[in-house]
């Protein structure tokens, strides 16, 4: 979950590095550093907490060197001070690193017998130990550093930086992302193209296993045989660079904003303006030789999947296993023929989904992933990668990617639905033009914002929160929590309503928002009468509804929000946005830190 860079270039590497380490820092800001070589010296600087605070310190306390290595930290092992700060060093190396070392505490044990004590509580610190033995033993830094890797378990990706070496980064990646970027007389390495997409546009992503030489003219890689490979040299797009708040407060605010576009433009490549049939890239998917889906996601990915199930169900007739990856990899669950594997992850480098995926290959039929990053780890060992268009999205909690990823699984929904028989033509048409006008409601939705931050500063000063919906709305008021939770601090727990008679209902008194996401669907009236138990109890029902929904509900609701009615199928993706906006607007109604929650990275890349 952290970031790392690597920059062997013709200036001063260490505004460069931080530069970089500012789009990385959505995947941990506990702490950072960075480490450069000047002639003989290597030197390092580290602070805690946000990067601004490297940066006040590398003002007063300037690190010259040309080639350097940097790092944003989510803590694992060990509290975030100073001491625990990356890079680590230990005598003429230092290594930034990303993932978990889980034979740490063994070879600190054996580190120890020649003379190398750890000085903090990091796993990573024991990487640099290594490297120091083994230089210590007479090798070459290469060397040194592949005798390091070959020693350690679990996950990773390194960079490691030597005293004396301006011209050399040594890299490895296993289970971890890992990309080498190719510049002008420079290189760079970075956890993913978006730290370096200021640097060049050319990008080598290494493979599970690799290990990468590089200077600043050349790049060499070994596969986790000791094999010399060649890796593909990829142009990344233009807009990867583009992480500006484009004039908002927040990341947060923006992404949420951008939804018409993102969700349009995810439309219009699966579903190409003139025809009223879905097209799938790369010779596509056929449904008519699978019994079963088994989707695996985590976070809010998961919650998509959750709501992918009714569409796939209930459109195509075809049953659905929705999974957490965390558990799904340890239960080892029998993956019977013609079965579909669906994995979802917005950075496709999600350790566990990953992992999930690898448990699938050779079993499943097919392995489909719905990615956000077509070149990620999940996407290239897929079958079959569905890119969900959303663009780079820098808020830790995810938004447009949410919604770019229901879009792009109802869509799904439908071409399994069509290649089953289980819709007509008229129905299918039906739900293309409906999915075709969607960022108009979605737009109409966002006009909504003014009632949404006024209803949202009342939910500010609530302790407890509870999210009910019924059908296609559960699992969005599962999202609206998780939302809420991840970013105002707020406890907030989602039930099905029909489970509020259960158990939870006794968590109800007049201190309780409740709030019900109930559009006038086939539903809606059980809806109601849930909400009609709350109020007796003096709960504070906020209904969401279309206008018909509102006008049905009865007195005694105390808040609304008024959303556009569409089509039944799309009532998830359209009522993701007041979710994501009264959590937005109660988290800056009480002064949180929106885009970086505390605790909270973007990219989970350790279990």
Known sequence: MCGIVGVLGEHEAAPILVEAL?????????????????????????????????????????????????????????????????????????????????????????LAEHGLAAETETDTETVALLAQHFLQQGLPPVDAAFRAID????????????????D???????????????????????SDAIALAPLTDRITYLEEGDRAVVTR???????????????????????????DKAGFKHFMAKEIHEQPSTIAEAVRAYLPVGDDAVTLPDGGLDFTGIDRVVMVACGTAYYACLTAKYWFEQLARLPVEVDIASEFRYREPPVAARTLALFVSQSGETADTLAALRYCA????????????????????????LPIHAGVEIGVASTKAFTCQLSVLLILALKAATDRGALTADDLADHIAALRGLPASINAALDQEP????????????????????????????????????????????????????????????????????????????????????MAREGKVLLISDDKGISEAGDGVWQTIRMPRVHDSLAPILYALPAQLLAYHTAVAKGTDVDQPRNLAKSVTVE
């Not at 060499?220 to 990344?236: K, L, M, Q, S, Y």
């Open 217 to 243: 003219r050349s790049l060499e890689i070994r596969n986790d045989e000791g094999t010399r490979v060649e890796r593909a040299v990829r142009t990344i797009r233009a807009e990867a660079a583009r992480v």
């Open 362 to 385: 050779g079993k499943a039929e097919r392995i489909v992933s719905v990615v956000n990053v077509p070149e990620s780890s999940i996407a290239r060992e897929s079958d079959l990668a």
């Open 451 to 534: 009632a949404m931050e006024s209803v949202a500063k009342r939910l500010a000063e609530a302790r407890d929160i509870l999210f009910l919906g019924r059908g296609l709305m559960y699992p969005l008021a599962l999202e609206g929590a998780l939302k809420l939770k991840e970013i105002s601090y707020i406890h907030a727990e989602a039930y099905a309503s029909g489970e509020l008679k259960h158990g939870p209902i006794a968590l109800i008194d007049n201190q309780v928002p409740v709030v019900v996401m109930a559009p006038r669907d086939e539903l809606f009236d059980k809806s109601v009468s849930n909400m009609q138990e709350v």
């Open 168 to 190: 050399l980064i040594v890299a490895a990646r296993k289970g971890s992302p890992l990309a080498v970027g190719h510049g002008d007389g420079e290189m760079y390495v970075g």
């Open 22 to 110: 500012k789009r990385l820092e959505y995947r941990g800001y506990d702490s950072a550093g960075i480490a450069t070589v000047n002639g003989a010296a290597l030197d390092r600087r580290r602070a805690v907490g946000k990067l601004v605070n490297l940066g006040d310190l590398l003002v007063h306390d300037p690190l010259p060197g040309k080639a350097g290595i940097g790092h944003t930290r989510w803590a694992t092992h060990g509290a975030p001070t100073v001491g625990n700060a990356h890079p680590h060093k230990a005598g003429p190396v230092a290594v930034v690193h990303n993932g978990i070392i889980e034979n740490y505490r063994d070879l600190r044990a054996e």
């Open 151 to 166: 020693k350690l378990h679990g996950a990773f990706a390194l960079a490691f930086l030597f005293e004396g070496e301006e």
